[in-house]
């Protein structure tokens, strides 16, 4: 099941990422949920189409077996740390670079 | 026609992204440096991911369903376009919801590009 390990650490890096590495914060706020929220089911229905048509095959060793839209549980695992790694990431390097309108239109 | 079943997918999304982004004018271009940079980090830590995957066998691509074309002969490009699709879409979702919600409390001032 070393899928399964994979994916929650994957989760793990991806929360500590946003509250203390880069300290966005995202999971904090209500956008980011309705964000992940939206994507979510997208997520599912791409992954019912990767795995009804075998397209991606996962070996039944490495995830505890349960599945959503066709997809191991573990996907969702996955989707939900790469979706708060992009928008952590993506917020932080938009306000290093200064991208915010609020920052470039800030008086000095 | 079954070897573009991977493709068909990623086309689903890049289609979705290109319609919000035009409808919402979010003016993406703008942002591609800030793009590059993130995609860079995520493309980083999760093609290895997938590299390990494929080579220790967690999972694997049906050949009759991809275009063939492999990175390191282990990830099909359609893995590498999965991960420029999939972080854009997640950004311009983001940047949607945030120019939609505006003036609500989801939002606040420095959230706004």
Known sequence: ?108 | MAHYHYLLVLAFIAVCALGVSLSFRLRVPRFWQAFILTDAAIMALYLAWDFWAVAHKNWSFDSSQILGAKLLHRIPIEEIAFFIIVPLMTIITYLALTKLLSKTKFVSDHDLF
């Open chain 1, 1 to 108: 099941m070393i899928y399964s390990d994979i994916a929650l650490d994957a989760v793990l890096v991806a929360v500590l990422t946003d509250l203390f590495l880069l300290r966005t914060q995202l999971l904090t706020r209500g956008i980011f949920w309705l964000t992940y929220g939206l994507i979510l089911p997208f997520q599912l229905l791409t992954n019912w189409w990767l795995t009804s048509k075998n397209i991606v095959m996962y070996s039944s060793s490495e995830i505890i077996g349960k599945r959503i839209a066709g997809a191991p549980i573990e996907d969702l695992l996955f989707g939900f740390s790469m979706i708060l790694a992009t928008l952590s990431l993506w917020v932080f390097i938009t306000r290093k670079l200064n991208l915010g309108k609020q920052q470039s239109d800030r008086p000095l």
